[in-house]
């Protein structure tokens, strides 16, 4: 089955510097990639995501690229804010959304 | 946010009873999702489901039951609960499957 995997597990940066998280993938069939942010003691929410049929996707601060040949993609965020500071998950599956694998998470602390 | 609930927030059982984590949807969403979130392992999916009577296996289902006989509820049930179960359950549902929002989550102690 699929395998994510995500670096670094912790990642501490400056206010106003950027910040990229990496993920891998082990199944090529993996179609679908998002991202969530999970502020402590609540629910994950959607940030951002990007299918298989496109390199990248900004919105804002935020950018995620995949590369589909080495099976991993990246999520950027530029201008780090304190309220950036929370837990970050990507994830794959197949098929558009079933079936979801998490990566185990990369906790960002943003430093004022 | 508030489409999505879950009850109990907050469960203590004891080992080898059984528990039901209910998951109710206002958005008449057709997918309905739960996870389990452990320190390390991130979000594990337990059981989804495409539609009402229509259920599928993610990636940790032993141990657990559900069902979905109206699209709006979809209950998990600990058959007999284990100490390994111990975790924050997340109840996740979406227009398609590739949208998941989340509940608020239940917090699970199994002693």
């Known amino acids: 089955g699929e395998n994510v995997e995500q670096h670094p597990s912790t990642l501490s940066v400056q206010e106003g510097d950027s910040a990229v998280i990496k993920c891998t993938y082990s199944?090529?069939?993996?179609?679908?990639f998002p991202w969530y942010k999970q502020e402590l003691g609540k629910r994950p929410q959607l940030i951002i995501d990007?299918?298989?049929?496109?390199g990248e996707k900004k919105d804002q601060r935020i950018a995620v690229t995949l590369n589909k040949t080495a099976k991993h993609f990246s999520l950027h965020i530029t201008e780090t804010q304190p309220e950036d500071s929370a837990v970050y998950f990507c994830?794959?599956?197949?098929?558009?959304?079933?079936?979801?694998?998490f990566g185990p998470g990369t906790r960002l602390s943003v430093l004022p | 946010d508030a489409g999505i609930t879950q009850s109990p927030r907050y469960k203590i059982t004891e080992t080898g009873r059984q528990v039901t984590l209910m998951c109710h949807q206002t958005?008449?969403?057709?997918?309905m999702f739960w996870y389990r979130q452990d320190l390390g392992h991130g979000l594990r999916l337990i059981y989804y489901?495409?539609?009402?009577?229509?259920?599928d296996k993610g990636e940790v289902p032993d141990g657990y039951v559900v069902s979905r006989s109206k699209t709006e509820n979809f209950p998990l049930t600990l058959e007999s609960a284990t100490r390994s179960q111990t975790s924050v359950y997340f109840c996740?549902?979406?227009?398609?499957?590739?949208?998941?929002?989340f509940g608020p989550g239940t917090r699970l102690t199994v002693t």
């Open positions: 199944d090529s069939a993996s179609n679908y």
């Open positions: 990007i299918r298989s049929n496109v």
């Open positions: 994830a794959a599956s197949i098929n558009y959304g079933q079936n979801f694998v």
């Open positions: 489901s495409a539609a009402a009577d229509i259920t």
């Open positions: 996740a549902s979406g227009q398609g499957a590739n949208e998941q929002y």
């Open positions: 958005w008449s969403h057709s997918y």
